[in-house]
């Protein structure tokens, strides 16, 4: 019997925001759209199931515009997980949050969000990923 293989290729041109920040999401959300000055709005969480393993549950906000796509996702497991590593990207697993933005940017778009994550006094640390450099990049496309 001829076996067929399925080669997908997916296209991560998306901006990837890590964010160190002990407080809760909510919190996080709300501080995020008053600097940021957007609208994210809790939506179900994200669950992953995997087999004998465990499952895996993000907390999930968006905020989607014509232009932009905003999502904020907490890079832990919200529910008690089985898994050794429960977390979305452990790779990044320093990170508490990761920030999400898809659509157009324009070439000062880096240098005004990173002073406006200076400004936001519940976030300790930010760093900007690649998303291709990522092992677990996989758990990103939604």
């Known amino acids: 019997m001829k076996t067929l293989r399925l080669d997908l290729d997916y296209d991560y041109d998306f901006e990837l925001f890590g ?3 002990s407080s809760r ?5 709300w501080a995020l759209n008053k600097y940021l000055r957007i609208r994210l709005v809790k939506q179900k969480d994200i669950c992953f199931d995997f087999l004998n393993k465990g499952r895996l549950v993000i907390s999930n906000y968006l905020h989607c515009t014509e232009y932009r796509t905003f999502r904020l ?35 000062n778009w880096h240098q005004d969000l990173n002073s406006i994550f ?6 300790q640390y930010v760093k900007k990923f690649d998303p291709n450099t990522l092992k677990f990049k996989e758990n990103l496309m939604f």
């Open 19 to 21: 964010l160190v920040s």
């Open 25 to 29: 999401e909510h919190k996080l959300a």
């Open 73 to 107: 996702l907490r890079n832990k497991s919200a529910d008690l997980s089985t898994l050794k590593k429960p977390f979305l990207a452990p790779d990044i697993k320093e990170y508490d949050y990761l920030l999400q933005i898809n659509g157009e940017v324009n070439d």
């Open 118 to 123: 200076k400004v936001v006094p519940l976030i």
